[in-house]
């Protein structure tokens, strides 16, 4: 499985191949200094341990490994057809024409890894290692094989937990702190790539609060340690025996190790994991607000001290957040007494208290800083909406091409009014579209004033004609955004 990122490849570590004919919150508010006195589903390493071990990582290998299991998974797929096989001379179209009996069931098998938390059989692995697998089989490092049930799996942060009925005691991993490890520590990382068995590698801590677009939730490990497809879901160690991380994605050109590997942190995961044993799903607080970054320019046209919070780009209706005053235009600088340095940093802190906490929020309004209280509810699944282009009049200086909204317009993008211009064409070497303004946006303010139709933007553009940036609110495809546009 892999996503392109900026030219470069997105692998998510497992390995598979086919085999013809045969994815903000719990009400458990768990922390990591209180996971191990409610919670007997793991056991917590010691952070005074993590000194390392004078000359050599065998002595870890050694003592790890067997807690270190690899999970074949298969599943059937429904394609294909009766006659001549994928590799008959013939092809797919000679197969269509003369064998056009039923489809033959087809078997697609993965490899992954995963660890040991108890002796109950109790394993820890990726989301995608498993997800929609019909068959699972988790092979331990001596040969024993046993069959694995899913007890609960969850998208959003790619985990997932198994269980098999061993016979007899199984080698346990503890789990660490990962908020503990710094930059520079030493890191081993042991799985199943490419199908070969048990390896183990060793690097470092390349970085920490990686965010790759993988889900609202990123908050990877970077490490240089060698990490290649059947490595997800294998655990990334610490120097004193105890699991940092749990391996999910490389950036590579060539589908295998580069030296840029990622790992979920394990403080993230131990709040999902106990969730998972608990009812076998995660349930996340919900605000309500939609949120983007503060650019330097956003900044400067909100004329902020720093770029640091979360600026509010939307607010739903009938949310905690509307329920409580926030506004459009809010930026969210402290969460439940804690500084919010970005808008990345926002979802994690809501999503992972308990559904109907009231927490204080603080926020920067117009300059003016003040506190306001939210009841936090549950997070329901994400809806989707669509927005489709115009075409129009040109607004001269900006390279983007408006029109008015007719009641046609608003029924085509589901919008609840006709206020506002819609951009029905952008000069593609236009400031505009410098900074982000997209055909079909439909512009709601400028410089936090509400646009009506055309003759009011022009109207509060020629006002502010000395800006050195203009400030706009657009809605795209059902969500607003704010996008500053240099002049």
Do not use: C
């Not at 458990?28 to 917590?44: C, H, M, Q, R, V």
């Not at 069931?105 to 692995?125: A, C, R």
């Not at 470092?204 to 965010?211: L, P, W």
């Not at 190790?257 to 608990?278: C, D, H, R, T």
Request: glycine residues 12%; negative net charge.
């Amino acid at each position: 499985m892999a996503k392109s990122f900026r030219g470069i490849t997105i692998v998510v570590v497992a390995a598979s191949f086919l085999m013809v004919g045969m994815i903000m919150a719990s009400q458990f508010s768990l922390t990591p200094a209180t996971l191990a006195k409610t919670t007997s589903l793991w056991t917590e390493g010691d952070a005074d341990d993590n000194t390392g071990r004078s000359g050599s990582f065998a002595d870890l290998a050694q003592e790890l490994s067997p807690a270190v299991v690899n999970i074949s998974t298969t599943t059937v797929v429904k394609e294909g057809r009766s006659g001549p096989g994928p590799n008959s001379p013939f092809g797919d179209e000679f197969s269509r024409r003369f064998f056009p009996g039923p489809q033959r069931p087809q078997k697609k098998n993965s490899l992954g890894s995963g660890f040991i938390i108890n002796k109950e059989g109790y394993i820890v692995t990726n989301n995608h290692v498993v997800d929609g697998a019909d068959e699972i089989v988790v092979t331990l490092k001596e040969g024993d094989e046993y069959p694995a049930k899913v007890i609960g799996k969850d998208a959003k942060t790619d985990i997932a937990l198994i269980k098999i009925e061993p016979k007899n005691g199984l080698p346990v991993i503890r789990l660490g702190d990962s908020d503990g490890t710094r930059v520079g520590d030493w890191v081993l990382a042991i799985g199943n790539p490419f199908g070969l068995g048990h390896t183990v590698t060793a690097g470092i801590v390349s970085a920490k609060g990686r965010e790759l677009g993988a889900g609202p939730y990123d908050d990877f490990i970077q490490t240089d340690a060698a990490i290649n497809p059947g490595n997800s879901g294998g655990p990334l160690l610490d120097m004193g025996g105890s699991v940092i991380g749990i391996n999910s994605v490389i950036f590579s050109r060539s589908g295998g190790n580069q030296g840029v590997g990622f790992a979920i942190p394990v403080n993230l995961a131990k709040s999902i994991v106990a969730q998972l044993k608990e009812s076998g799903k995660v349930t996340r607080a919900w605000l309500g607000v939609m949120i983007q970054r503060i650019t330097p320019e956003i900044k400067d046209s909100l004329e902020l001290k720093t770029r640091k919070g979360a600026l509010v780009a939307d607010v739903f209706e009938g949310s905690p957040a509307e329920k409580a005053g926030l506004l459009r235009g809010d930026v969210i600088v402290r969460f439940n007494g804690k500084e919010v340095g970005s808008q990345r940093e926002l979802p994690t802190m809501v999503a992972f208290l308990p559904v109907g906490q009231k927490v204080d929020v603080v926020i920067l309004r117009d300059g003016k800083e003040m506190t306001v209280e939210v009841t936090l509810e549950e997070m329901e699944d994400e809806k989707t909406a669509a927005a489709v282009g115009s075409s129009g009049e040109v607004q001269e200086g900006l390279g983007i091409t408006v029109r008015n909204i007719t009641p046609e317009i608003a029924d085509q993008l589901s919008l609840n009014s006709s206020e506002g211009v819609v951009v029905s064409d952008v000069d593609q070497n236009g400031a505009a579209a410098q900074a982000g303004i997209r055909r079909g946006d439909v512009i709601l303010e400028v410089n936090r004033t509400k646009i009506i139709d055309f003759e009011t933007l022009t109207k509060v553009l020629e006002k502010d004609q000395g800006s050195k940036s203009i400030l706009f609110l657009v809605n795209r495809g059902g969500r607003t955004i704010f996008i500053a546009v240099s002049k």
